[in-house]
């Protein structure tokens, strides 16, 4: 993967899974709305892919969008979300997309298990790793960052 290819692969993807699972709309931000809408987020998921290819994928949710994904993938009012459906379908959502990156990586890899922490601003640091590519989105309104990160030198 080239990293223009992964960045249009990652949206392509992100785009796609957003759709048929939770039929929302996610469209990619112009980098100059993504450069000047900086907020926080509320939950970060992640999940690590290792083998030939090492990458961590991480996605960060603002408060919002992380209740409207729980109640869409469970079909649920939003005040009915308690703390743990929210972390399940973060948790699903970053494995799913994870899922699919693997797939366009060079084997032998495997998929780890989701982490997700949830409540206020957090940064997620991965020692050693650097940022390969990263792409904001947006649904409804709400933003969505996808990062992966590798250590490995390219």
Partial sequence: ???ITEHIQIIEIAKDIWYSMLALPLEEMAPSMAE???EPHWATSSIHI???TDVSIIMAFS???AKRVTSAMFDMGTEELGEEEIADACGEMVNI???NLKALLP???ELSLP???LGGQHHVTIPGAHVIEHVDLDSLGDRLRITLLTGREH
């Fill in 50 to 52: 290792t083998g030939e």
């Fill in 97 to 99: 997309i994870g899922g």
């Fill in 115 to 117: 982490t997700v922490s």
């Fill in 1 to 3: 993967m080239t990293t």
């Fill in 63 to 65: 408060a919002d969008l």
């Fill in 36 to 38: 000047t809408t900086e």
């Fill in 107 to 109: 084997e032998p890899s």
